[in-house]
């Protein structure tokens, strides 16, 4: 028999037995508060587009192509006497690698932007890069260019942090 026990602040308020849904959204709208009860993501019973606390959409592919799209025509133009290279991003929800080619000259500062301008949940989700296995990159170090860092065909690990 499904059991659904409220509680708050580590007291238990109220138990409904059984998957009677009125029963239920009637005891979450008595003890709903407009407040978050913790940080972090989640979704209200209340109402269907309901939240509680900041929601982060999950990121579609398309939001990789567009972001391959979009450097292509930010960092694709290569003028003479320029190199190019190929940086691989891994980003924590997709399987497959996004490929950005860019000139040495970018620095991963360029590409945070790109990444924070095109996939709108990096504009409010902190994240970093870290080169594999597990060797962060640091922030002063993002204004490097890519040759200077010695990230030529580099893969990168994209982390939320």
């Known amino acids: 028999m499904p059991t659904f026990v409220f509680i708050r602040r580590s007291k238990e308020l109220e138990r409904v037995r059984g998957a009677d849904t009125d029963a239920i959204e009637s005891t979450l709208a ?32 398309s939001d990789y192509q567009h972001l391959e799209q979009t450097a292509q025509e930010r960092f694709g133009n290569v003028k003479e006497g320029e190199s190019m290279t190929a940086l691989r991003l891994r980003f924590p929800d997709v399987a497959k690698p996004v490929n950005i080619r860019l000139n040495t000259y970018q620095t991963l500062s360029d590409v945070r932007h790109l990444i924070c301008d095109t996939i709108e949940s990096f504009q409010i989700t902190p994240f970093e890069f870290m080169q594999p296995p597990a060797i962060k990159i640091k922030l002063e170090d993002e204004n490097q260019t890519i040759e200077e860092a010695k990230l030529k065909n580099a893969v990168l690990i994209v982390k939320k942090v």
Do not use: R, W
């Open 30 to 61: 008595k003890y709903y508060k407009e407040t978050a009860a913790f940080g972090g993501e989640g979704h209200s019973m209340l109402e269907p587009n309901s939240t509680i606390g900041k929601i982060v959409a999950p990121i579609a592919q």
